[in-house]
């Protein structure tokens, strides 16, 4: 952004996540976060002692209603943000918000409508899509290097941070699910359902088991906890090539693995592949890769993003139409944890029994 104007940044919030979006902000070169706006006087205090060129205040509404502000950052608890968010395009400032973008799906397509009425750029947080080892991934599923793929498991543990405004659905499947998304180029699963249990505050759940299917058949389950003993960060794909292993946490991030069940036609017998009734299952054992991986960190890569979207009105990667369908999945999980229809099913079965 050479020979452009600063970016002038009014942040909300500077709590768990917004100090690291303060850092990266503060230190671009393209941009000048001129307030943060935070309750917390302590976090004030935090924020003009690390930051002196940055102002904080209480208000949240003074920093927006600054006419020389043009770019406003949202990290505050997810139910503020669809209101924060709205405010924000409201006063003409491009926005970015920490996921979840709403707790709404009818939110977040207000939300989208908007951005694209006071013509600002809206995108969302999802910081794993900024990931090099997550689009190193996606470029091997482009490139057909995994072939057909038959399913997807991921596990986002830790023994971390327990919430009590949202669940660990809320908190933690928005990464699997916008890597999902992004993975499956944009395609929303067709079912959603999520079983979880509350053992620390009722009602919120800690640990969320979800499956998710598409129409082709692709299934990915998902395990989201906050009381798991270590941290792990793993996506696995199993495919009809190959099978891929992403594991954020270790310094090997991809294993690109040459197994899998190959279906091989009898010598002697019909070769038609048409109707493959006569085969024999092999099992097949190769290579496995640990590719190399230049990795920034993906915080600094999505807030560099933003900035260009804001100088080329380029639609983000992590725009309102990705944030709105994440936020659309998590929905269907939400509405499955509350509904249970298969534990209705299961209870009606034992009671015929």
């Not at 960190?297 to 933003?306: G, I, M, R, Y």
Request: glycine content about 6%; aromatic content about 10%.
């Amino acid at each position: 952004m050479k020979n452009q104007v600063k970016v002038t940044i009014a942040q909300i919030g500077c709590g768990y996540w917004g100090p690291n979006l303060l850092r990266n902000f503060s230190t671009h070169p393209d941009c000048h976060v001129k307030w943060v706006a935070e309750l917390n006087p302590q976090r004030r205090v935090y924020v003009e002692e690390n930051y002196p060129k940055t102002r904080a205040i209480p208000s949240w509404e003074d920093a927006i209603g600054d006419p020389e502000v043009d770019t406003v950052v949202i990290a505050t608890p997810a139910s503020t943000h669809y209101e924060l968010a709205k405010a924000s395009l409201k006063a003409g400032k491009h926005t970015f918000v920490e996921k979840p973008l709403a707790m709404r799906t009818l939110e977040a397509d207000e939300l989208l409508t908007l951005a694209a009425t006071v013509n600002r750029v809206l995108m969302v947080g999802h910081t794993f899509l900024y990931n090099a080892a997550v689009r190193y991934v996606k470029k091997l599923l482009d490139k057909g290097e995994i072939g057909r793929v038959y399913y997807i498991y991921s596990q986002r543990l830790n023994l971390g941070q327990v919430r009590s405004d949202i669940n660990a659905w809320w908190n933690l499947a928005p990464h699997d699910i916008s890597i999902l998304l992004y993975l499956m180029d944009g395609e929303l699963p067709v079912s959603v359902m999520a079983y979880g249990v509350d053992y620390i505050q009722p009602g919120i759940e800690d640990v969320v088991f979800a499956t998710l299917t598409w129409p082709n058949r692709i299934t990915a389950h998902m395990q989201v906890s906050w009381l798991d003993p270590g941290k792990i960060r793993k996506m696995t794909l199993v495919g009809s090539r190959k099978m891929v292993i992403y594991d954020d946490v270790s310094d090997d991030k991809i294993t690109i693995l040459d197994k899998g069940v190959d279906r091989v036609p009898k010598a002697g017998e019909s070769m038609d592949f048409d109707h493959f009734n006569n085969y024999q299952l092999f099992h097949r054992a190769g290579d496995i890769w640990l590719p190399r991986i230049d990795f920034q960190e993906p915080l600094k890569v999505e807030v560099a993003h933003f900035l260009e979207c804001i100088r080329t009105g380029e639609t983000p990667l992590t725009g309102p139409r990705h944030a709105r369908d994440v936020v659309a999945v998590l929905e269907m999980g939400e509405r499955s944890l509350r509904e249970r229809p298969y534990l209705k099913e299961f209870n009606s079965i034992l009671n015929r029994a």
